[in-house]
């Protein structure tokens, strides 16, 4: 699904990625960790094409296409999809009014009223959402799991293949978290889809089971293993020095 090679990105002449590469399959849960200041998050801007992020150098294919050459509207239609660590407030802009005209943009075809609400209806209760949300503005004085919670409403609407959760546990009570996670784990069971997880906790993890766990270091992974290697940065941290794990070449 997504291939990242050689990917080198710098901010205000500041290298931030340094020959980064990443395969991600169809179907599969990939967890990006490093100590804050490593370029976790610069992936997902990258990935949806924010302008202050200059590629350097590198290429990034999604679906068999060139995903440079698009802008990040067109990169949204291909189905990627990133949920922001702190969603952004659009005031005066309901959540209804935005996913129909998306859902309709997407599916190519006018829906009436009726068709709207009863997906709009079937969302909620597959992601476990209040149907208040609906009718919020979008993000409009929400708390931090209150906003991603509306983010999950979005990502049950539109379907993307490609899902980028950007410490999506950040700023999130346990209760709210368990509801984030158990939605997420329904949305990859019931989609044809891939995950892409950049966290610093294993909570998120161990409810989801990725196949794969990356370590960031100097702007490359440097450390690959299953979901059990975020268990062993979280008890000894990442400068551990006993039973390090080798770099597993599992592109």
Known sequence: MLEIKNLSVKVND???LN???LTIKDREIHALMGLNGTGKSTICKVLMGDLDYEVT???????????LKLDTTNRARLGIFLINQNPPEIEGVKNSEMLKIAVESIKGKHLNAFEFANLMNKVCEEACIDKSFIHRGINENMSGGERKKNELMHLFVLEPKLVLLDEIDSGVDIDNLNVISNSLKKYFENHDCSFLIITHHTNILNKLKPDYVHILKDGSICETGDYLLADEIENKGYNRTNNVRKKNNYE
């Open 14 to 16: 500041k290298i931030i």
């Open 57 to 67: 150098s590198g290429s990034i294919t999604f679906d068999n296409q060139d995903l």
């Open 19 to 21: 020959n980064f590469n």
